[in-house]
């Protein structure tokens, strides 16, 4: 089981692999920019949902997630995220580009 510090200041946490379901505690990362949790358990948009509580959040991978899958092979993945979670710029190792992104170039 993966256990998140509360003491942590880094910027990048990588726990793929982990069996992870639940994000309890997450939201204490504020200075959190990189979270690969890749080939873990989580399932529910309720999980995904404490991801916004992290302000420095722009690099995400959950692939492999029954979440993840689930929601890929209905082709609503991106989409859903990219809604969910406004400040990221990279999800599953692919940049997202926003339609504001577009306008201010």
């Not at 529910?44 to 995400?60: A, I, N, Y």
Request: proline share 3%; hydrophobic share 35%; charged share 30%.
């Amino acid at each position: 089981k993966a256990v998140v510090s509360t003491q942590s200041t880094g910027e990048e946490l990588w726990i793929s692999y982990n069996l992870i379901e639940k994000m309890k505690g997450i939201g204490v990362l504020k200075k959190l920019k990189v979270l690969f949790m890749s080939n873990n358990l989580v399932k529910d948009w309720s999980e995904l949902q404490k991801l916004s509580e992290l302000p420095c959040l722009v690099d995400l991978n959950m692939v492999n997630n029954p979440i993840e899958e689930k929601h890929s092979l209905e082709g609503t993945w991106r989409s859903e995220i990219e809604k969910k979670l406004v400040k990221l710029k990279k999800l599953d190792g692919v940049p997202i580009v926003r339609q504001d992104d577009e306008d201010e170039g």
